[in-house]
């Protein structure tokens, strides 16, 4: 079956489900029914289906890119944040007091702190223009009212980013920390845009202009780590379903990805009980297991 | 590089490090320096350099094939034992606590009471009677001093047993249970016997005489749990450094999987202070990186 | 008011309500509206209200004479359990695990266990005698049906004797700890001979017969920790509403302590969700509200 | 023997111990030998010794008389706070976590923030106001530099005034609580001052103009809650050791009740690990076995 074929019958199979995120009102007000799917190959061409164009509040997909960024900086983010599993719901606070302020891994709400906190001042602004540049869209912004929204119920986040710098793991001031993170979290894009930006990790590090971002070895670390810890409390889930590395986000994104051939991005805002897609994780199980292309 | 001259020059290169497990005397004893590496390719040839013939205690690694086992028989295992990694030390009774007697995954030392108990009496006679045929080694078996002593120093194991007990999930008397699981972790077996016994994963189900142990997803499910779960407290460290399902245990071994290309089995007694061979990650580490072979 | 009224009055106006504890079926059975109360002064005088000889299942109560008969032996069973208060509902693991196989306090399970241990083989029996002597009632004995079922429900309490064992706490078999142990709390006493039995510790140490079971300094430490860790995790809620030493059973009894005064036992079926008696915390709290004798 | 001479010979027997408390400058740089013991009656005279009319930082200290204060406008604060024994390290977030931004008990910090906010705007004028009346001491007051100190290292308590803001338990801006809470923590008395100001726990409720603050079940239940929360993790020792209602701080003071009798506060900057003055615990362990004083 064709790419663009095989696309088409997943949104088409495929019933968009659950309960969409309403901890912020910009949240809840979208459509629980919609549903986009985009596939991107080595050469930048894109296969879609659904709202495959339609943007969405990407949410902690960001923290995917994030990792990449610092990574490319250099490997030293590692000696403040862990790379195991949590084994924990996302933005648990006993591991951070157990492990003395290193948070298990960069996918958590305090390990996401910690990465923009490494990536300092303009950390959002970076971000930004790398997912411009990577998804071709020069209109990829931050949605002003959903990070204002996000700001107002950063509660949680300000706790963890207090409790890491009492144990000395936070170098800029906690306001600029978290202005950074929701920023970037409220970030927009379609499928069609995420599937061209994750291309890079595909291409073992080599962006769409062929430049590298990450060494191969980075770039199948990110996967790893993708992997292990991508899906909040059920990556073990993810991996046994999808066997793919995947990042996903409480505004309905996953993005995937099958080193060597494509780039995935998946959307609907349904969430299950672990906060992933209903209709996105059903359609990547659908997109391994009709093509064969988990890693496993 | 021809296989052989690969897995040679690796045994050359790597250096045993690391405490032998001492928590009975029987695995005290061992020569730290030992070092095995086998590699088995999907049509049964095996290249091994240094002590890949020395038979070793598999301890934990017999926890993958009991799995496997397990599901030959139904999916009804997954009611009793979750495949989420568990983000705490291999032994933890927290999460059993906060989870209601259901363990995190089957690699964890009460996931992998359950599965015994799931196989019954009889469990490690039926791991037996597989791992000498996948091998071709009628001679594989129990070592029955390391049983004895496995025994004699299973207060923490009887605790998690009786406590899932106390949940209602344990089938079978919690000795049965005990004598069941330590047989299996006695089990006795060289690099090459291992190798070979795990090919089935390689192969997407099918053993060695190419009749069908478990589905193709199956067997790529129960990579996946391999990759997830399968190093204790550092299977994202094993992912992010080695990159491939693997499944360890205390007296030094390690097998890892390249699905459609080959099985591994690593031994070197020495351990990090997550209960991991040195030398068998090492080796894992520089055999991914000089194939490329990693999943990632 | 003289203390006979006092009693009469709280037995007429407390109303018992509450679920009976239902994990063992000969406690299902008892009549959840019984309500008895009793009062010994000093000099051994009883004064009881409403069911207050009718013999019941005095389950942790046990605990308090357990310990005292323990600590009379001398201080070295402090080596083996704290006396701090738990935190945590009675059989958490959690505690036990952080803190190296040393319960908290005497009065959790594992504290009683070790306390147990401690008074090894025969434990139960001393106990017996003890509260034969000390209540004057010869007939003070073992519900067999009650032990038998205690014991076949003794998966948690087995799963804790041998996760201390794991940690070197545990001298005898975990088999002969766990015979005493059911034996202890299936013993069957009335409110009167309860307060008669609880003397020792209203009289700073000394017997009814005029000896010394412990000195003062020992009477008022198990007083102290009765305070503190006497009614599982309710310990504060009865330290502010009743003000007095006491130890609770999942039987419905109560013991409370009026240092220099008297000694109470309350008995009514019905627990609240924490596990103590609704009907008997009330008409303590009542009887410390009448008679301003907390020790506050 | 003589209150006075008691007192004197407490004094004398004493050895200074422990580490001062090294996480702000202001209060490292106290002599660690410095000692002081004062008794104040219920006529409102003062038995002192040593240097009992040294001013110290109350830290903690002050929790007791913000519960106080907070009891005597309406018992709604428990609607927010708990009253259970914390059986954890007395700033942990674990506990906060599982029970849903509710504190176990006031003297835990997460707790203490939750009064100060109980109490609003202003509550460290009101603290104050009230202990230079009760102290009759019109020149206790805050020591700015130990205010300022505090507030540039109050990361970990921010983390938990936010976590419980994250629940909808912060009814103030996180800002404001925190400036009151260092306020309260930073005010400087003696041993002279605190013993007189403690006297309304002793006098159950009546103020040392004869007026009431609390009634008798209010001033007896925050010595409850003293008993049992008052000492960090150590108030199972400290009830066992002592046998009195107490509040301890880390500038190395600590105030006991005795009901009806007596108020006592005491000083020396060594604490042990649990953070209580290892001095001061020993000096008041010796006056109620010299007195017999206990509540036991």
Not at 28 to 42: E, S
């Amino acid at each position: 079956m064709e790419l663009q074929q095989l696309v088409s019958s997943i949104a088409a199979d495929v019933t968009p489900d659950g309960a969409v995120a309403d901890y912020i009102p910009a949240l809840a007000r979208i459509d629980p029914h919609a549903f986009g799917l985009a596939v991107a190959t080595l050469d930048g061409e894109v296969f879609g289906a659904g709202d495959f164009e339609t943007p969405f509040s990407i949410q902690s997909i960001s923290k995917a890119f994030m990792l990449a960024l610092a990574l490319s900086q250099g490997d030293d983010v590692w000696s403040r944040v862990g790379r195991e599993p949590s084994g924990s719901p996302f933005n648990s606070l006993v591991q951070l007091e157990t492990e003395q302020g290193i948070p298990r891994n960069p996918f958590i709400n305090a390990g996401a702190l910690v990465v923009t906190d490494h990536l300092g001042y303009g950390a959002a602004d970076k971000l930004l223009k790398f997912l411009r540049r990577e998804s071709g869209n020069p209109d990829v912004d931050v949605d002003p009212e959903v990070a204002k929204s996000e700001l107002d119920h950063s509660d949680r986040n300000r706790a963890l980013a207090h409790f890491m710098a009492s144990y000395g793991n936070m170098r800029n001031n906690v306001d600029v920390v978290l202005h950074e993170y929701v920023r970037q979290c409220s970030i927009e894009m379609s499928c069609a845009d995420l599937a061209r930006a994750t291309l890079f990790l595909a291409r073992h590090g080599v962006r769409n202009d062929g430049t590298r971002l990450l060494a191969v070895s980075g770039a199948k670390r990110v996967n790893a780590v993708m992997l292990t810890c991508g899906t909040y409390d059920a990556a073990g889930q993810f991996a046994y379903r999808v066997g793919l590395p995947g990042k996903s986000g409480v505004g309905g994104g996953i993005i995937a990805v099958v080193p060597g051939k494509c780039a995935i991005a998946v959307w609907s805002p349904g969430l299950d009980a672990r906060g992933n897609s209903v209709a996105g994780l059903d359609a990547l199980d659908r997109f391994t297991t009709l093509t064969g292309w988990s890693v496993f």
